[in-house]
């Protein structure tokens, strides 16, 4: 008699055989960045109903170098995080046309960068003058 063996797929390091998985992997990753920065903004604002003394004391945990490579990393996930979703939006948005043509993906990824570059340039400002 036979012995009947299944099929078992071997899944140690699926994602890194091909780049489009490697490139969904770190988009997913990328989130994880965002929720641990999010949850710094709402201790700081925990701090900021504790009085002047607990803010400047999280204010003071900010500048740290540990800190600062923190923020450096998330910010280069949260800009792969958007350029990864201005790149998907033509994909996802509706039929867009003008005169009849259908908008090429090109302009709606460039639109959606531009328009994401110029309210974080227009905050900056803002922050700046305040």
């Known amino acids: 008699m036979a012995r ?8 140690q390091g699926w994602w890194r055989r091909n780049p489009y998985y490697v490139r969904y992997m770190l988009r997913e990753v ?4 965002l929720a641990i ?3 710094i903004l709402l201790a700081g604002l925990l701090r900021l109903t504790q009085g002047e003394a607990a803010y400047d004391a999280w204010r003071a945990a900010l500048t740290s170098p540990v800190s600062i490579v923190f923020h450096w990393l998330a910010l280069l996930t949260v800009g792969y995080h958007a350029y990864t979703w201005w790149k998907v939006a033509p994909k996802t948005a509706p ?3 003008i005169a009849g043509r259908p908008l090429p993906e090109m302009v709606i990824t460039t639109g959606g ?17 305040m």
């Open 4 to 11: 009947i063996r299944t099929y078992v797929r071997p899944m």
């Open 30 to 33: 990328s989130s994880v960045f």
């Open 37 to 39: 920065y999010t949850v």
């Open 95 to 97: 039929d867009l046309r």
């Open 113 to 129: 960068w531009l328009a994401t570059l110029g309210t974080s340039a227009l905050v900056y400002v803002i922050v700046r003058w």
